[in-house]
């Protein structure tokens, strides 16, 4: 069923056993999970089905950290969310993310990889991927084009991705939520806070407002939000009614730790056999699966450095590659602001490097790029700013910040490449000056990939965390969360996958 909460009058109260806040990747997951069963369930979505200005001006915000993208371009505020600018990059984290390394300060998920494989298989169908298999070798019988470099793998390995189409979640599963007799999707029903009762242990219900001041309470007996990391904590930290820090907060956690991957080129390579390049060749919307080169786990422990990869991608025909930050021009971000359905990702197309065969054995000049984690960091954080939105809810301020350790576990993966590229006689390896300098700034080019993770983080201990191991927010028995800001740590995967399987296990543990 669906409704269109325009249309409701001032102080109708909805009811219902599960709602669910936000219908992105996370949020439709979940509620496709429980379609068919007894359990009655309201599924709240602050916009429409097509983007509109109003709803995505609610997620502009103040940026007082590193640079950052304009915090209204990063998340689409429709049914579907975010999927709607998804590039469809999918790989599980590595089982070395999910364990407590004593070499990155604030480590450890309170789960295993082995403990979320199952749900890493089951979210394979709803993002339409191929099988649950990420091994190098598995997609080498797939492609006799494909072969791994002669690497020595005690230093360096394959970690493999595979592409989505990319999957639309509002266009793939709206007719099914639409129809379904036991779920109830509500459009343009923009939550402005959770309601907590009387000892502030429990959820009663949330509050929806409209822009003309009309509100809607809606009640349930479980509460999951599944906003974008940044919206879930904005609301956790503005229903501050009865717990004077925000909801989740007694001991200062919501909204720390936030962290990105850090995406952008670092060095460039010249190959003697590029036609070898294949098993890692990437072009968007046609590739099913690509290689990138990683430190393996004993090489991570013993260097002390973080989870990240290195893509080797064919150089632009004229300069260096440049980092998001540096490439996009206003025009770019207003077509993020805009872009409905798969407007954007036909313009992406145009602009993404693509592997062209000729390409690859004509030009020996390759772009190393990185995908690496980010360093835990309770001062890189979100915070609520003094103004407000249109709504009456404050914007949010976000203070992103890196570390040390960031920058060396970068220089450490790139010059480990150059070694090994050299000692193979296969290519040489120049880095960026920047990379190279002991220095501890960074150069403003350096950019994430639009990828919020931490924030509500994943810990078992309350003073360390906002939510246990089955996402329930500490203090509070009714209150779950669900998307990347869950996570303790990044590994150096693409965030949609890994929320998406969080999201079937939450669903199997409410079942319960």
């Known amino acids: 069923m669906h409704t269109d909460a325009l249309s409701l009058p001032d102080g109708t109260q909805l009811d219902g056993d599960l709602c669910i806040v936000g219908a992105g990747a996370a949020g439709i997951a979940l509620a496709m999970e429980f379609v068919g069963t007894a359990t009655r369930v309201l599924l709240l ?27 209204d ?12 600018h998804w590039g469809g990059f999918c790989a599980p984290l590595d089982p070395i993310d999910f364990t407590t390394r004593a070499w ?15 749900f890493y298989a089951r979210a394979h169908p709803l993002l339409d991927l191929g099988p649950f298999d990420y091994r190098s070798a598995f ?23 595979q592409f989505s189409a990319p999957t639309r979640f509002g266009s793939k599963f709206r007719r099914a939520l639409v129809d379904a007799p036991n779920v109830h999707l509500y459009t343009h029903a923009n939550v402005v806070s959770v309601v907590a009762n009387e000892s502030a242990r429990a959820i009663d219900a949330v509050q929806v407002r409209q822009f003309d001041g009309r509100t809607l309470r809606v009640r349930a007996t479980q509460f999951v939000l599944a906003c974008s990391t940044m919206q879930n904590v904005r609301l956790l930290l503005a229903s501050n009614d009865l717990a004077t820090t925000g ?24 190959l003697t056999r590029p036609q070898s390049m294949q098993h890692y060749a990437y072009d968007f919307g046609v590739t099913k699966a690509r290689a990138e080169l990683r430190l393996t786990d004993a090489q991570q422990q013993a260097r002390g450095v973080l989870n990240a990869t290195v ?5 632009p025909e004229s300069g260096e590659a440049r980092s998001t930050f540096e490439a996009e021009s206003p025009e770019d971000v207003e077509l993020y602001r805009r872009a409905t359905k798969d407007s954007l990702t036909a313009d992406m197309k145009s602009t993404e490097q693509v592997y062209d065969a000729e390409r690859v054995r004509a030009k020996p000049f390759f772009t190393l790029m990185t995908r690496q984690e980010q360093a835990p960091n309770p001062n890189s954080r979100i915070t609520l700013s003094s103004e407000r939105d249109a709504l009456g809810v404050p914007r949010v301020r976000f203070d992103w910040q890196l570390t040390a350790l960031d920058k060396h576990s970068m220089r450490t993966l790139y ?10 006689g296969i290519g040489r390896v120049q880095l960026r000056d920047w990379l ?6 960074w150069p403003s080019l350096v950019s994430g990939g639009w990828h919020d993770t931490g924030a509500t983080r994943m810990h078992q201990d309350p003073k360390q965390g906002v939510v246990d191991a089955d996402c329930r927010v500490h203090g509070l028995g009714n209150l779950y969360l669900a998307g990347a800001g869950v996570f303790p740590t990044a590994g150096s995967a693409n965030p949609t996958l890994t929320l998406v399987a969080l999201a079937l296990r939450l669903a199997d543990r409410l079942k319960g």
């Open 311 to 315: 893509a080797v991608e064919p150089a």
């Open 415 to 424: 010059s480990s490449v150059g070694r090994e590229f050299g000692r193979l």
């Open 73 to 84: 371009a990063t998340r689409l505020h429709y049914f579907g969310g975010t999927t709607g």
């Open 436 to 441: 190279l300098s002991d220095d501890l700034t």
């Open 104 to 118: 990155v300060p604030h480590s450890g998920w309170p789960i295993t990889r082995a403990q979320l494989d199952p």
């Open 247 to 270: 909801l989740g907060n007694a001991h200062d956690q919501v909204g720390r730790y936030f962290a990105e991957h850090l995406e952008m080129p670092a060095g460039t390579a010249v």
């Open 45 to 71: 979505e602050g916009g429409g089905f097509d983007l509109e200005g109003p709803m995505q001006a609610l997620y502009r915000g103040e940026v007082v950290g590193r640079p950052y993208y304009p915090l």
């Open 139 to 161: 997609w080498e019988q797939q492609d006799p084009r494909r072969e791994r470099l002669p690497l020595d793998r005690t230093v360096l390995e394959e970690k493999v991705w």
